[in-house]
C-alpha cells in the first residue's frame, strides 16, 4: 500500500507536468493553496524555495526558478522558506486529495466518513479541508453537483434527468442549493430567456448614455452607449417592455453605483444565464473588491484552472452586465487597462474612480 507521501508525491509529479511555467508563476501570484504540493518556487535571489500559497511577497520573475518538489529544491542548492514551511503537512495535503477523490467518485459523503478515511477527527479534518480547498467538505460536494447539473443542462439534457444524474434525491434541494446565486434556475438554464418580460430604459450618466433592463428576478443587462435594438439582439426570445414605475427604484439604485463603483453591489438581485463556467467566471468577478485588479492568469488560477486564461477572458467578453459583475477590474498582466466591450476610457474611468492602482506601476520586489 502507498504512504500518503508517495500519493502526494505523484499527485504533485502528475500536475507539475500538466502545468507550463507561466501558469505556475501565475498560480504563485495567486497564492493557490490548491497547488502546494504540485510544485514549489525556487528564489535564487534568496536562496529559498516556497509552497505556491506562502502569503510572502511576489519576488522578481525573472529570479524564479520551479521544482517539481522540495527535494529537487534542494539539490539545487536552495533551503525551505521558514514562513510556509513547504517541507512539512504533505501527508495532511494528501489526505485533502484522498477526499477530493472520494467525493468525486462516490458522490456526498459526510464528515464522519471522510475523516475516518483520513484518519484525523471530524473537527481537525473540516479544519484542513476548508483551509486548503477553501469550501467545507459539504460545500466543496454541493458545488460539484451544481456544476454538473449545469453541464448536462448546456449540453441539452432535460432537467429532470440533469438533476438525477447529479446527485439531487428531488428538485428541491437542487433550487435549496442554489438559491440566492448568480441565474441557476434550471428551467431558464435550459428555454433561455424565451417568455421572459424584460424592463428596460437608457439612462443618461457621466459616462455615457447606459441601457440597463430586468426581469422580475433582478438585472439582466448594463451597457454602454446601446439601446432597444442591441438589447432585443442580446435577448431575441424575450418580450421588451418600457421600465414600468415599481423598476425606477432599482435602476436608481444601479445608476448610483455606476457613479460611484465603490459602493456596494452585493445587494443588487442578478438574473444572468451561461454556461457553467461562465457562471464561474462571474462569481469569481463578483469577489474582486473595489480599488483591486486580477490578470486575466490570475482570475482563471483563482478558478483552479491556470491554463484557462484565454476562456476567462471570452467568458468576461460574454458578460452582459457591467459594472455589477465587474469583467472591468481584469487588466492585463503586462501593464494598462486592455479591452474593453464599451471601450477602454470607460474601463479606465471606472479603475480611476474605484482607486485601483495603475499595474504598469507596480515596483519589482526582491
Not at 539539490?75 to 504533505?90: D, E, F, H, I
Not at 462516490?106 to 475523516?115: I, N, Q, R
Not at 434541494?173 to 428555454?191: C, N, P, Q, S, T
Request: proline share 5%.
Amino acid at each position: 500500500m502507498r504512504s500518503a507521501d508517495d500519493f502526494d508525491k505523484q499527485q504533485g509529479m502528475e500536475k507539475m507536468k500538466a502545468l507550463t511555467d507561466d501558469e505556475r508563476w501565475q498560480i504563485a501570484l495567486a497564492k493557490d493553496r490548491r497547488f502546494d504540493g504540485a510544485f514549489v518556487t525556487g528564489v535564487h535571489s534568496t536562496g529559498i524555495y516556497c509552497r505556491p500559497s506562502c502569503p510572502a511577497r511576489a519576488p522578481m520573475r525573472k529570479n524564479v526558478r520551479f521544482y517539481a518538489d522540495w527535494q529537487a529544491a534542494e539539490a539545487a542548492g536552495l533551503r525551505a522558506c521558514k514562513r510556509c514551511s513547504p517541507k512539512t503537512q504533505s501527508a495532511e495535503e494528501a489526505c485533502v486529495l484522498a477526499a477530493i477523490a472520494a467525493i468525486r467518485t462516490e458522490g456526498a459523503k459526510t464528515l464522519d466518513e471522510l475523516a475516518d478515511l483520513t484518519g484525523y477527527s471530524p473537527t481537525h479534518f473540516q479544519r484542513l479541508f476548508k483551509r486548503t480547498v477553501g469550501l467545507s467538505p459539504s460545500a466543496f460536494a454541493r458545488a460539484l453537483r451544481e456544476e454538473r447539473v449545469r453541464d448536462a443542462l448546456s449540453r441539452g439534457d432535460g432537467v429532470a434527468h440533469a438533476l438525477y444524474e447529479a446527485g439531487y434525491s428531488a428538485p428541491s434541494r437542487f433550487y435549496a442549493d442554489v438559491e440566492g446565486k448568480l441565474g441557476m434556475a434550471a428551467k431558464d438554464i435550459k428555454e433561455g430567456a424565451a417568455g421572459a418580460r424584460i424592463h428596460w430604459d437608457v439612462i443618461d450618466t457621466s459616462l455615457g448614455t447606459m441601457l440597463v433592463a430586468a426581469t422580475e428576478k433582478g438585472v439582466c443587462c448594463l451597457s454602454f452607449n446601446e439601446g432597444e435594438k442591441e438589447l432585443a439582439a442580446r435577448f431575441p426570445k424575450a418580450e421588451l417592455v418600457k421600465a414600468s414605475p415599481e423598476f425606477r427604484a432599482l435602476f436608481e439604485e444601479v445608476t448610483a453605483i455606476v457613479e460611484d463603483p465603490t459602493l456596494d453591489s452585493a445587494h443588487i438581485p442578478l438574473d444572468v444565464k451561461g454556461t457553467a463556467f461562465q457562471q464561474r467566471c462571474w462569481e469569481a468577478l463578483r469577489k474582486i473588491p473595489p480599488g483591486e485588479t486580477r490578470s486575466y492568469g490570475e482570475q482563471a488560477a483563482m478558478l483552479g484552472n491556470p491554463k484557462a486564461s484565454r476562456a476567462v477572458g471570452s467568458a468576461n467578453g460574454a458578460n452582459n452586465i457591467a459594472v455589477l459583475i465587474p469583467c472591468h477590474r481584469v487588466v492585463p498582466a503586462s501593464g494598462g487597462v486592455g479591452g474593453y466591450a464599451y471601450g477602454p476610457e470607460i474601463k479606465a474611468e471606472l479603475l480611476k474612480r474605484e482607486g485601483a492602482d495603475d499595474q504598469s506601476d507596480e515596483p519589482e520586489l526582491f
